[in-house]
């Protein structure tokens, strides 16, 4: 055991591989095996008479997932859903998050940091069902939202996932040197000019790498949309009722490919961003 532990001692990157192949086994069989069922899945079909699943290669389900308008319409929705949620979230958690860490003191910053992250430890289903009742035509809130629709799911989910853009902004400006903003206001810049050229830029990866989470929720959500968004529906809700009600698994897998996708697309623009590195 002794020789054993000296080799790998002076071996540290073949330390490094041995003492991570047991969860990089884990994530190969959980996850990316996962999704390689999915894909697959996704080339079978569902016989119409017994409702079990025919493992015979088609691309029907592919076939009626583009060439259906309502499939589209769900699918541009979903994608706008989420893009709006990313966009509303960054606007609020940007000051939030430089307020954070550029104005409040270290014992506040730390308070803060708690406020933001507590509501992270509350149960999903009763912040969606609070805003259901904050929603309704006799809530406290009703004025924002015409009754459960679109508009009422973009306002849950943006308020589910701020937590998730507040806290990559507020770290990448906590490592954004003073000294940058102070020279910047020595040379006679105003405060929106400091802002334009200095911190925008600098933490512009981190707003990205929190428009990862905020998005990437947001594309796969179906829960909020039940709850909040009236006839409205998501690509979730299409992959959960063929799941349930439609037992189509085959088709349901089909429309899951839509948001893996979209995401995989999404990670390789922003990974020249260096948007990667703030998560």
Excluded: C
């Excluded at 190969?28 to 996704?42: E, H, N, Q, R």
């Excluded at 015979?56 to 989420?82: C, H, M, P, Q």
């Amino acid at each position: 055991m002794t020789a054993l532990s000296a080799f790998f001692y002076r071996k540290p990157k073949l330390r490094l591989g041995f003492q991570l192949s047991a969860p990089l086994l884990w994530l190969g069989l959980a996850y990316v095996g996962a999704l390689a069922a999915l894909f697959v899945t996704a080339f079978w079909h569902t016989d119409a008479f017994t409702g079990q699943v025919v493992i015979e290669w088609s691309l029907d389900n592919f076939k009626t997932l583009f060439t259906d308008a309502v499939y589209r319409t769900i699918t541009f929705r979903t994608v706008g859903i989420a893009a709006l949620v990313t966009v509303i979230d960054a606007v609020i958690a940007f000051p939030m998050a430089f307020a954070m860490a550029k104005l409040a003191s270290p014992r506040a910053r730390r308070i803060l940091v708690i406020a933001v992250m507590t509501p992270l430890w509350a149960s999903y289903l009763v912040k969606a069902y609070a805003w259901r009742s904050m929603l309704s035509g006799n809530g406290a809130l009703s004025w924002l939202s015409p009754g459960y629709g679109v508009t009422a799911t973009i306002i849950t989910l943006s308020y589910l996932w701020l937590p998730y853009m507040i806290l990559p902004i507020y770290a990448g400006l906590e490592r954004l040197p003073d000294s940058l903003v102070d020279a910047s206001g020595d040379l006679g810049a105003r405060s929106f000019r400091t802002f334009r050229s200095v911190i925008l830029p600098l933490t512009f990866p981190a707003i990205v790498a929190g428009s990862i989470f905020t998005f990437s929720l947001s594309l796969g959500d179906y829960i909020a949309v039940k709850i909040v968004g009236g006839t409205s529906q998501m690509l979730g809700n299409v992959v959960y009722d063929n799941i349930g009600a439609a037992n189509n698994l085959p088709f349901a897998a089909t429309v899951a490919t839509v948001p893996v996708v979209i995401m995989l697309v999404y990670l390789a623009a922003v990974r020249r961003t260096g948007a990667l590195d703030n998560l």
